[in-house]
């Protein structure tokens, strides 16, 4: 037997701790309670061993196994171990973040008495209670009590026995030690799907005499087959017109007329009953989908690990190639996991889903309440589910048998985690493919630069799309030159005469028009023209947002005029006088989202104005209820922040106006263009997609600039060509790997000094394969009340990276940096 295990635990710690095992081996993948640092901790058993630790340090012993099965599979441990030196995280934070919820794993257990537990209750029996045992007579009654409960020799479930005998759980535990009972696990694993009760005729009994309400309910069950939900039963408006009593249901129980059984809730998503209705992605394939849907296919058929980058421009049905992807999986007897942005998962999408699926289908996104997602969940571990569409978190859902991973707009940000373990769920879902010998497409109308090399190198198969469904034309985009508008009109107007002219001209052709004003809030900046400062976030070095109270028909409830911080959500009042000079001449600049609401209202009083941003969608209702107003024409005139851009398929559209796009170019970070090319990319695409030919307007301040004028073409090609040069030129991903290291604390002083002590050994070390830029204040240099210094390092090879980032680490230690001080961040997708 093992006498060791070592188990990684949620610390930032890049090790894992070795214990002693206690009784019972645990395996691999078992989670367990062990001591660590005075607390109790739950931890993650990666290996067992019988190697004595020579460092001369106190073992301790594990304290308890939760799981007598491993928690994650060999394929999700391997998957974590991948993610933990990939993205130098601490393997017990890596795992903590794949584990399934509490809710999910929760166990039933059951007692049976054993050979050696009848015998003590029959001695007991004749002798009286034992005078050896060291237990007060009280818990010695309770123990015969407990073995009285079993004798039939039946499984009890621990809740019953327990409130049968008043059994606390140390004393059935004692029991177990001393053999009197076992203990077993109800089930492989909890089911956590609701159960619901059901009525069932007792076959073959014998019918006594029986009164009216008796003879009714013995009716209705048997004309719906013998079973029927004790729900459905109070609901039948035959009983009801009889008014029978829900007791009389409890007599033909006792009876042995009818017995009540537990039976698994019918499946249900988010209230969407199953209808068989025909799904909106059932189309025959055109020539271009059927060859993307070819290759995938044959990658599957063909077997082995496959990756692939679908380039598909907006609205050439990227959709239902997926859909039909999906179905081959489930042809061939596997399971297929399709991943979504953040905002990808609307009801619509899963009614689609569901429509196409049926009850093969789980939904994981975080709207789930634990129970749901326990449930999903589970479904999904058996078996049951073989069809998985959710959001970043469930590139780990444990899938049976996985033949297909499908990455949605893989593009999108939303997909990388922003705390630890900060891994990217496209990157790691090509991992997790190439674990499992399955294919992997990456979908997007504007492909990351990344994975747009991967495509280059071959290291990705790359399949394209490159015409709209239907044969449908791209937008014309034209842009709009606000440096002349202004020169003409000698006004700062939010929107740009011709914006105003095409806008009026669609809503009377009884079109529908977007217009993208990229910031929520009124007015982004709160300036003082006295002494020229910004009124910044109290625990932030970033301005506040003036946001206006809401009047009128909003249903939701709003705070007042407040500024608003929009990374740490502080607030506070308006204030008169600048809070630094007390000057009364405060300049609100910048206008956002609803300003430009409220302009619009202005120009178009008659329209039917619609505002989607994160102040009217809060949650997954909201969008729906927003794009349900846009599908029927309820709304005909849409403003918003980027969620607008994101993949929404409304055929009204012909008109997208774009404002203020350009504003991020000026960011100090190496993707803003490649951001800004994405969002005019994806926002114009939602222009056309119905049988009327779409336009798109961008009032831009830098119309030359290569990333507006190569989205103005709808050149991806061109725009790529022209980045990676720049990348290549300032050794930018994908032209090199980058990390970007934070050293973050509450004290100015201290962390300035960390960064100091950390800049010099990187001078001392001469890195030769690494090119190091900093220590810098971060360009968010403070954050939530932390201080922030920032490195680049970017290296030609991976591996020299991490081996950088390991040395650091050591060094940090040696020089009592504390490891939660320093954020890694490998890949870095924002570094602000
Ligand atoms: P993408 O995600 O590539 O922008 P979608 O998958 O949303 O495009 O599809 C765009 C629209 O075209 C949707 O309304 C979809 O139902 C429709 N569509 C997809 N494939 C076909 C097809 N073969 N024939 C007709 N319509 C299609
Ligand atoms: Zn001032
Ligand atoms: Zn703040």
Known sequence: MPAYCDVALPVPLDRAFT?????????????????????????????????????????????????????????LMRLAAWIAQYYVAPLGEVLRGMMPLAAEVRRQFAYRISEAGRRVLYEGAAKGASRRSRLPAEDQNREYAVLNYLEDGKAAKASALRSATQARKALLDGMVRKKWLAREALAEERDARRTERVAVLVPDARIPKL??????????????????????LSQSAALRELSVPASTLATL??????????????????????????????????????????????AMAQGGFKPMLLYGITGSGKTSVYFAAMQRALDAGKSALLLVPEIGLTPAMAGQMFAAFGANVAMLHSGLTPDERAEQWHRIRRGEARIVVGTRSAVFAPMVNLGLILVDEEHDSSYKQEETPRYHGRDVAVMRAKFNDAVVVLGSATPSLESWANSEKGRYLRIEMLTRVMDRPLPTVELVDMRTEFKETGREDIFSRPLVEETQATLDRAEQVIILLNRRGYSFTVLCRSCGEKIECENCAIAMTYHKPVIGTDLHAHPGDRLECHYCGFRRSVPKICPKCQSEHLYYLGAGSQQGEER?????????????????????????????????????????TQMIAKGHDIHGVTLVGVVGADFALGLPDFRAAERVFQLLTQVSGRAGRGDLPGRVLVQTYHPEHYAIQRAAAHDYAGFVAKELEYRRWMHYPPASVLANVIVQGDSLQQTAAWAHTLGRWFAAARLNNVRVLGPAAAPIARLKRIYRFHFVLKAERRDVLGHTLRALLAHAQSDEIPRRNLILDVDAVHLM
């Not at 009164?211 to 459905?232: C, F, K, M, S, Y």
């Not at 199953?274 to 992605?281: F, I, L, Q, S, V």
């Open 253 to 298: 129980v006792k009876r042995g007329l009818v017995a009540i059984e537990d039976a698994p809730e019918d499946f249900r998503l988010g209230g969407l009953p199953a209808n068989g209705k025909k799904h909106a992605h059932e189309h025959v394939l055109n020539e271009a989908q059927m060859e993307a849907l070819g290759s995938i296919a044959a």
């Open 19 to 75: 214990y002693a095992v206690n009784g019972v081996v645990p395996a691999v993948g078992a989670r367990v309670l062990v001591p660590f640092s005075g607390q109790r901790l739950m931890g993650v058993v990666v290996r067992v061993h019988d190697e004595q630790p020579t460092d001369g340090i106190e073992i301790k012993p594990v304290q308890q196994v939760l799981d007598e099965a491993p928690l994650l599979s060999d394929e």
């Open 600 to 640: 619009l209202q202005e120009l178009f009083p008659n329209a039917r104005i619609g505002r989607m941003d994160r102040d009217t969608v809060r949650g997954r209702s909201d969008m729906e209820r927003l794009l349900t107003r846009l599908h029927s024409g309820e709304i005909n005139l849409l403003v918003g």
């Open 211 to 232: 009164n009216e309400n008796q003879t009714a309910i013995l009716a209705e069950i048997a004309a719906a087959g013998g079973r029927l939900r004790v729900t459905a």
